[in-house]
């Protein structure tokens, strides 16, 4: 039989009756005669209160204690979707990460899965059953309970489809697909039919949070196909795929932006060989990513290094940068928390140099300051004031979709 891996996110799991409404949609498509393996994350804001909740007992809690406390929430979803499953009179059994054979790396809070071992899930499908698996959760080698960052859910579904090798991964949420911008940023976005696995890993890697960016990389990895749709409307949503299945590539597919940025500066940084490779070493060594390096023209055998990191990883980055500089002997190092952002990405880019002026002219017409720039082949970056960055996505959204003639 062939098997459909569908995702829930939180706002679709957020109360009761919208459990059993997921548990209704759900039973239709064990109706139609397929295997379902259903994946649901926390409800509603859970993981944002257990969060919350860590650090009102400690500002930095260890993070094997914090990926302990923050799977329990799917733990809660899980149950009650199984429940209410099984109120609909389908036989249903719900599995943690770990039983459903979820192993990941050691990196507590943003762990990545090294490999699925679906037997159970197999054998319980096998029985007829439809099995609810806990979002965002796996172990180590160790049995240790580890969380894959937040959106992760969407990771555990595709990678489960993989597995599985199931025929869809459907990724249910509360918008009706991927549009050109946040749909609560901006006020008519427009409903993207397709996006290409590529232009959609820019997307989610750069603020677009419909997708976790690895969700993506796992599904072009393993060719599966997604389908982005909402989960109150039986509307047609968003097919992510090859480029090579779509019709024509847009010059522009979306705007994205990203809060979650601090701007880290080192100082006369001596010019030499293995500096670089000190500096992004120590830093990798902590799991710590970073975007967006910046070396500016060598005066005087010296540099200024400046680059981006996740604002959640700025505290322990700082005191990495710190040592690093005292030991290369750089004069100092600055950060700024208070920066977002703001992208553009299309496959059509490539071809067209005027892209770039353009983004830079909508943002100069609106007096904002661009701080760095980054460029690929389908993608432009800027980072800029975090209050300009609503500003700065709206203008942008209207100069590449608004103003077409
Ligand atoms: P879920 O809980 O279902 O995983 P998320 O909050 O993680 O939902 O993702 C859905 C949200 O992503 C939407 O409510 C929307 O505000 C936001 N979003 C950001 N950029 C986009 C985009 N380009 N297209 C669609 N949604 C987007
Ligand atoms: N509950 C987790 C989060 O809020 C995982 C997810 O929703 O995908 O990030
Ligand atoms: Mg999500």
Same mark, same amino acid.
């Given at each position: 039989m062939q098997i459909i891996v569908q995702k829930f996110g939180g706002t679709s799991v957020a109360t009761s009756e919208l459990?059993?409404?997921?548990?209704?949609?759900?039973v239709q498509t064990k109706e139609k005669g397929y295997d379902v393996v259903v994946?649901?994350?926390?409800?509603?804001?859970?993981?944002d209160e257990l969060l919350e909740l860590a650090e009102s007992v400690s500002p930095h809690p260890p993070e094997r204690e914090l990926d302990m406390l923050l799977a329990t929430g799917e733990q809660v979803s899980i149950a009650l979707l199984a429940m209410a499953i099984h109120e609909l009179g389908y036989q249903v059994v719900s599995f943690t990460g770990y039983q459903a054979g979820i192993y990941t790396d050691k990196a507590h809070t943003k762990a990545r899965i090294l490999r699925v071992e679906p037997d159970r899930i197999l054998r319980e499908l096998k029985a007829g059953k439809i099995v609810v698996v806990a979002g965002f959760q796996g172990v180590t080698e160790d049995l240790e309970i580890t969380t894959l960052g937040r959106g992760g859910s969407d990771t555990t579904a595709v990678a489960l489809a993989a597995a599985l090798k199931a025929q869809i991964c459907e990724i249910y949420t509360d918008v009706d697909g991927v549009y050109t911008a946040d749909p609560r940023v901006v006020e008519k976005p427009l409903k993207l039919d397709f996006v290409s696995y590529e232009e959609m890993l820019e997307l989610a890697s750069l603020g677009a949070l419909v997708l976790q960016p690895r969700a993506v990389e796992f599904a072009k990895h393993y060719q599966v196909p997604l389908h982005v749709r909402s989960s109150f409307n039986q509307h047609e949503g968003t097919r992510v795929e090859e480029a090579t299945k779509m019709e024509e590539?847009?010059?522009? *597919? &979306?705007? =994205?932006?990203?809060?979650? #940025? @601090? %701007?880290i500066g080192l100082f006369n940084v001596p010019d030499r060989p293995g500096i670089a490779k000190q500096i992004f070493k120590a830093l990798a060594d902590?799991?710590?990513?970073?975007?967006m390096i910046i070396q500016s023209w060598m005066r005087d055998g010296r540099n200024d290094i400046s680059f981006t990191v996740t604002r959640n990883d700025l505290h322990k980055a700082l005191p990495v940068v710190?040592?690093?500089?005292?030991?290369?002997?750089? *004069? &100092?190092? =600055?950060?700024?928390?208070? #920066? @977002? %952002?703001?992208?553009?990405?299309?496959?059509?880019?490539?071809?067209?140099?005027?892209?770039?002026?353009?983004m830079f002219e909508a943002l100069a017409d609106e007096g904002i300051n661009i701080e760095m720039i980054s460029t690929s082949e389908i993608k432009i970056s800027c980072v800029?004031?975090?209050?300009?960055?609503?500003?700065?996505?709206?203008?942008?959204?209207?100069?590449?979709f608004e103003q077409q003639s």
């Open positions: 459990i059993k409404n997921v548990a209704r949609r759900v994946v649901v994350s926390a409800r509603g804001h859970t993981t590539y847009r010059l522009v *597919s &979306g705007i =994205a932006h990203d809060l979650n #940025v @601090a %701007k902590e799991h710590i990513n970073v975007d710190e040592r690093v500089a005292n030991e290369i002997g750089a *004069s &100092g190092v =600055a950060y700024n928390d208070r #920066v @977002a %952002k703001v992208s553009i990405v299309g496959a059509g880019m490539v071809t067209n140099p005027g892209v770039a002026a353009a800029i004031a975090e209050d300009q960055a609503i500003k700065a996505v709206r203008a942008l959204h209207a100069k590449f």
